[in-house]
């Protein structure tokens, strides 16, 4: 309960810098990228309002989405703090229908994580956060197959948009199968709509008002394992 209530504080804590930070602001539209992997930036870029998405393209040109990103959350990883200029890790493309990013400057910035103790500690949770959802991801998709990569990425959204009615808990985020699959580091839209056919089958999960309902969140997460 205490470290619940510490990663809310800090979440809160980083929204009220933000706030207050000399920043600039930048708005795209549904489908539209604000970067691509190894472009060189000067600055952080976070999400004030939407959800994007960072992804990255493979050798064969296929997209590999890695991860959904919504309100108050910085989107790439920080990089050194001593380079004013970095490559960016990802792709950055919106997946509301509009997104405001903003820009914070890259050595302002760590000045400020140096100088103050709570936005440090903010970093440092930041990055144990993407670590354990890089290893939970791997095994997800090395260890358990397609089955497996698709339960942990249906897990993870409804940690971050899930909402609960009376069925049980519903993935409150417009989304195509097309770019789900594509989490999964599945291409053939055949193979991801299976997948969901088969946990219909379970009586895992059902499609409510187009969007996903998961039914038996336990048993879902029994295929991740």
Not at 145 to 166: D, P
């Amino acid at each position: 309960m205490f470290i619940q209530q510490r990663e809310r504080y800090l979440e809160e804590y980083f929204g009220d810098f933000i706030k207050n930070s000399k920043k600039n602001m930048i708005s795209i539209q549904k489908h539209e990228y604000i970067a691509f992997e190894d472009f060189q930036t000067s600055n952080i870029y976070v999400v004030s309002s939407g959800v994007v998405k960072l992804s990255t393209f493979l050798c064969n040109g296929n997209e590999f989405n890695i991860k959904v990103v919504t309100d108050g959350s910085i989107v790439t990883l920080l990089e050194d703090e001593n380079s004013s200029i970095v490559n960016n890790p990802y792709s950055i493309c919106a997946l509301s229908e509009t997104a405001e990013i903003l820009l914070l400057d890259r050595l302002d910035f760590w000045n400020n994580v140096k100088h103050n103790q709570i936005l440090n500690e903010y970093v440092r949770a930041y990055y144990r956060k993407n670590l354990n959802f890089q290893i939970r991801k791997t095994c997800a998709l090395t260890s358990n197959g397609k089955l497996g990569a698709v339960c942990e990425l249906l897990n993870e959204l409804q940690l971050s948009f899930g909402q609960t009615i009376e069925k049980g808990t519903l993935i409150n985020l417009n989304i195509s199968n097309e770019e789900l699959a594509k989490f999964c580091g599945i291409y053939n839209a055949s193979s991801f709509n299976r997948i969901l056919r088969k946990l219909r089958e379970l009586n895992i999960l059902e499609t409510y008002s187009n969007k996903i309902l998961i039914k038996d969140l336990e048993s879902l997460v029994d295929f991740t394992k």
